[in-house]
């Protein structure tokens, strides 16, 4: 007689045997098959339209970025030149820096103006003051941005707007030509970008704050908190994925900016506020240099996805 214990459980499991570990997949039936003919039917218009108007320009960008062309005669390879002088010229460097530094204006003044709009016109969204609060901050949106660049060119001019409203409040030694001035040039073109997002930032925030349950602002003043307890421990937390949109478009819109700076310097003075949009179309088309064009372009792609991807993997929902 065999010294080793019963196993008990074995009638169970002769009666219960264990589930395959992998379960095979259903053969397809002609349901889903013509399930899946629809799809792509739906799909394959969108699907062509984005391959010939992105997926093949951007080829074709990548492969001109190789050579040198002046747009009419023969291609010649020269291989990673292109990317060499974007990133080793003083001007092109400089004009990568003007973009990144028209950030600090299109994306943080408008999101901390929209933040504090919306936390003030929180309890009257619905009445009378926040309708007329909407409306006016939205303009700018739907102005068109070749007539926002005309009408604050005027307002910078020498005799403009603003330079009168600093004589009149004796700030008159302040005065200049304010798009025409080294300086202060690229930070009034800043300015003109803000005033252009404020509306957009501002809606997109009120409509996230409009979603957050009153109770907890209530609970907060119940305990004591400020209004800037709760909008640092409540509301920001809370419009975490209205931020990164704002933030997305924003960052986008100041590293892809090209009509403002059009209308309103064309770049000048000097290089002050070339940006890289403008700078790509100047290559291309007055100096007929697509090659370099193209490499400028290439790497204002990638410079604006990896500003991006990191602030759409902040801004994800939390699971």
Known sequence: MSDRPLDRDAPRRAENPPQQAAVKRRAPTDRDRRKLRVAIAFIAPALVFYAAFVLVPLGMSVYYSLQRWDGIGRLRFVGLKNYLIVLTD??????????????????????????????????????????????????????????????????????????????????????????????????????????????????????GIAKIDTSIYEAAELDGAGKWQELIYITIPALRQEIGVCVTVTVIAALASFDIVYIATAGGPGISTMVPGLEIYRLAFAHRQVGLASALAIVLMVLVLLCILPVQWFARPKR
């Open 90 to 207: 003083p001007d092109l460097l400089q004009i990568i820096g003007n973009a990144f530094n028209l950030i600090l204006y299109f994306t943080l003044i408008p999101i901390a103006l929209g933040l504090a709009v919306a936390s003030v016109i929180r309890g009257h969204m619905s009445g009378t003051f926040g309708t007329v609060t909407r409306t006016v901050l939205f303009l700018p949106q739907v102005i068109p941005l070749v007539a926002a660049g005309i009408a604050w060119s005027w307002m910078f001019a020498s005799t403009g707007l603003v330079n009168q409203l600093l004589t009149a409040v004796g700030l008159g030694s302040l005065a200049r030509g304010w798009l025409g001035d080294f300086t202060f040039a690229l930070p009034a073109v800043g300015m003109i970008g803000a005033w252009v997002l404020l509306g957009l930032c501002t809606m997109l925030l009120v409509t």
